[in-house]
């Protein structure tokens, strides 16, 4: 068995293609790929001599320019077969230049490393390197490459040959590089995925009629009385017409037709033209429905947000006036409503539940230790004890305002205000009463977790505040967990009842 084959997947490779298809750095040339398990991945990353790694930045740079080819390729190909004769001109030989650069990239690609699919094994074997590709795209990159320009000068005159021009016509399969580059693109995240989108659907529209309107006036070049072809109706003399009148009167029968506006002043004359005629237009059927569900999948994705949003407000508006609530109820409900749409596209809740325990406790260390450190209840606690709390910690954004705790509830979180402000309210013969705010670096409903008694006031919010919660449970638990630290909190709060004792009793 070959060495490649025992090779587990290099990890170092791994690595390269995930910031390469994600965009965070590098090109965007390669594949997703995962590493194997066990203790392979950490071996020694030598790829046999004279092999390439697919994602060696000069080979993804290769590629680009390759890229860049072929969108020439596509342009000119049915320009040339439609519009022009070949001769030995600057086209012909430009043309032969980019035939050289593909053969290059043929034999190039026999010295390619390869991830076989089944096994996620990384394959530098060049036998096996060479048995797939003959297998797979070889013949048909040498017939895309096979320079059929040359032949036709070659055994025929130059107005002859629609064999071969027919043949130059395989050049378009060098296409499927640009679907795998719109592939990779929409997957690499410092290129906006609906314009990617948008630019992929623009770029079909325009091959089709480019091509559309090339193969049209090459059936009325060819057909025998001029005059009864779809552009010699209208322009008899066409053949005598400038280049650029020709193809703008092809791209505009084209265009008429891909989007069914038919003018009529433009349409077949012969049954040459009615049979491509009606296979385009079968074709069309296809691309408008291509086009008109990925546009309309986008738009909705775009929308979507706003118009469950609308629905929410609604259902809210109409559930307060069902059931007859009061003004300042059905104000604290939309206005919590309008919050949560704004802090919804920043998906931080979820981006946090998407990592690990470790990526996520680092996260709320940076974050979040800061603040709880300069808390006036955990003053002289360990830092270990801070370390285990802040994990535990969930953020949130309450709109001005907002009811959090209700006076004599039995509370289930303690708060902590990172920005913001909340008032404390106390009801005094059914009127509330501000009995004290709490700012920035500073906790409430801590009373009712640790004395576990309801809440001797109620905590509503003055403006738009940014609150950590700690569920009682976890906190009560690593409370348990750090007999030290649990009595230092327990006398700050002693403390600090000492000195609130109008508001706290």
């Given amino acids: 068995m ?40 950490g071996r020694a990353t030598v790829l046999r001599k004279h092999i390439i790694s697919p994602f060696d930045p000069r080979y993804r740079a290769w590629e680009m320019f390759l890229i860049l080819l072929v969108i020439y390729s596509a342009w000119i190909s049915p320009f040339q077969f439609a519009f022009l004769t070949y001769k030995q001109d600057g086209l012909f030989i430009a043309d032969n230049i980019v035939n050289g650069f593909f053969a290059v990239d043929i034999v190039l690609t ?45 055994f025929t005159d130059n107005n002859g040959g629609i064999g071969f021009k027919l043949l130059s016509m395989l050049r378009l399969w060098r296409l499927r590089r640009v679907s795998s580059m719109f592939a990779r693109l929409e997957k690499d995240i410092r290129f906006n995925y609906f314009w990617i989108r948008c630019t992929k659907l623009v770029s079909v529209t325009l091959f089709a ?23 010699g109706a209208v322009y008899p003399n066409f053949k005598q017409m400038s280049l650029w009148d020709i193809y703008v009167t092809s791209m505009y029968w084209s265009i008429v037709t891909l989007t069914t506006t038919g003018y009529g002043d433009l349409h077949a004359e012969n049954q040459r033209e009615m049979l491509f005629d009606i296979f385009y237009m079968l074709f069309n059927l ?28 609604n259902a809210a508006t ?31 809740q979820e981006t946090l539940n998407g990592m690990p325990n470790a990526i996520r406790s680092s996260i709320a260390r940076h974050l979040f230790y800061p603040v709880i450190r300069n808390v006036h209840l955990f003053n002289g606690v360990s830092h270990d004890f801070l370390f285990q709390m802040v994990p535990e910690m969930e953020a949130e954004y309450y709109s001005a305002k907002e009811d959090l705790i209700l006076q004599n509830e ?96």
Wanted: charged share 20%; with cysteine; glycine share 6%.
């Fill in 209 to 231: 009629v480019h091509c559309a309107g090339c193969f049209n006036y090459m059936i009325a070049y060819r057909y025998p009385d001029p005059k009864q072809t779809w552009i």
């Fill in 2 to 41: 070959s060495f490649s084959y025992k090779r587990n997947f290099l990890q170092r490779f791994c690595i390269e293609d995930f910031q390469v298809s994600t965009g965070i750095q590098g090109g965007f040339f390669s594949n997703d790929l995962l590493p194997t398990l066990g203790d392979g991945i």
């Fill in 318 to 348: 109409e559930f307060t006036r069902r059931n007859q609530l009061p003004q300042h109820i059905e104000d604290q409900m939309l206005s919590h409503i309008c919050l949560k749409f704004k802090t919804a596209g920043l998906k931080q």
């Fill in 110 to 154: 026999f010295f390619v490393a390869y991830l076989d699919r089944t096994t996620y094994l990384f394959i530098d074997d060049p036998r096996k390197i060479a048995i797939r590709y003959l297998s797979t795209w070889f013949l048909f990159d040498v017939c895309s490459t096979v320079p059929f320009q040359s032949l036709c000068l070659l």
């Fill in 410 to 505: 039995a509370s289930t979180d303690t708060y902590i205000v990172v920005s913001g402000a909340v008032e404390l309210v106390v009801k005094i013969d059914g009127h509330d009463q501000v009995m004290g705010k709490v700012c920035k670096g500073e906790t409430f409903g801590e009373i009712g977790v640790l004395l576990k008694k309801p809440q001797p006031y109620g905590a509503r919010t003055t403006e738009v505040s940014h609150i950590l919660q700690l569920k009682s449970t976890a906190f009560l638990d690593i409370l348990r967990q750090n007999p030290a630290d649990e009595s230092i909190v327990m006398n700050n709060l002693f403390q600090h009842r000492e000195s609130n004792k109008t508001l706290i009793r």
């Fill in 286 to 313: 296809g691309l408008t429905a291509y086009l008109i569900g990925n546009m309309t999948n986008l738009v909705v994705h775009w929308t979507s947000r706003t118009r469950n949003f609308r629905d929410t407000v």
